[in-house]
T-cell receptor, first 114, second 114 residues
Framework: DAGVIQSPRHEVTEMGQEVTLRCKPISGHNSLFWYRQTMMRGLELLIYFNNNVPIDDSGMPEDRFSAKMPNASFSTLKIQPSEPRDSAVYFC????????????FGPGTRLTVT | AQTVTQSQPEMSVQEAETVTLSCTYDTSESNYYLFWYKQPPSRQMILVIRQEAYKQQNATENRFSVNFQKAAKSFSLKISDSQLGDTAMYFCAHRGEYGNKLVFGAGTILRVKS
């Protein structure tokens, strides 16, 4: 079975540009999570969806960040405009709601904003 | 709010020896779930082991086992017969009974030496 798929794996962009990160969860999973990993703050949950509906977006740092899940097999995390402090590894994870709660992580997207 | 503390930023162990990584957490819930994730240099997050708080028996997965002390809110990971491939960052994580949110500790870098 294919795991969680993220694209791109690496993204380098200039400050002020729009960045879109993409995620395809494991087929059949109904919960999807976006995390950010930095040296300073570690692993932080940004937002998670259940059945395509955002449940908790309290970790989204500011209005420059937005996330969507238009269907069960696709989600995006958008940063507009990007800033150097957004440089981090962004992980997407998926799981079954109501199961043993194991989250399966994608390989991550390393974002560098110059 | 739940918090997870890993007090050992770095540890090292000789190949074939045993090492224990510490984790403490804070929660007001009586039932919850605890996890150890491994992140090797490839940065892929890999679930190592999980423990349900209502289970008294400590979880074991091959060379990996936990010492779960509910009253002390402690959840340590023991790696027996350490292998070079165990070199990674290890994260302890907590998930409440309700909701799907994982809260991670800051991580412990483990280096296995030959």
């Amino acid at each position: 079975d294919a795991g969680v798929i993220q694209s791109p794996r690496h993204e380098v962009t200039e400050m002020g540009q729009e960045v879109t990160l993409r995620c395809k969860p494991i087929s059949g999973h109904n919960s999807l999570f976006w995390y950010r990993q930095t040296m300073m703050r570690g692993l932080e949950l940004l937002i998670y969806f259940n059945n395509n509906v955002p449940i908790d977006d309290s970790g989204m740092p500011e209005d420059r960040f937005s996330a969507k899940m238009p269907n069960a097999s696709f989600s995006t995390l958008k940063i507009q405009p990007s800033e150097p402090r957004d440089s981090a590894v962004y992980f997407c994870a998926s799981s079954l709601w109501g199961d043993t709660y194991e989250q399966y992580f994608g390989p991550g997207t390393r974002l560098t904003v110059t | 709010a739940q918090t997870v503390t890993q007090s050992q930023p770095e540890m090292s162990v000789q190949e074939a020896e045993t090492v224990t990584l510490s984790c403490t957490y804070d929660t007001s819930e009586s039932n919850y779930y605890l996890f150890w994730y491994k992140q090797p240099p490839s940065r892929q997050m890999i679930l190592v082991i999980r423990q349900e708080a209502y289970k008294q028996q400590n979880a074991t997965e091959n060379r990996f086992s936990v010492n779960f002390q509910k009253a002390a809110k402690s959840f340590s990971l023991k790696i027996s017969d350490s292998q070079l491939g165990d070199t990674a960052m290890y994260f302890c994580a907590h998930r409440g009974e309700y909701g799907n949110k994982l809260v991670f500790g800051a991580g412990t870098i483990l280096r296995v030496k030959s």
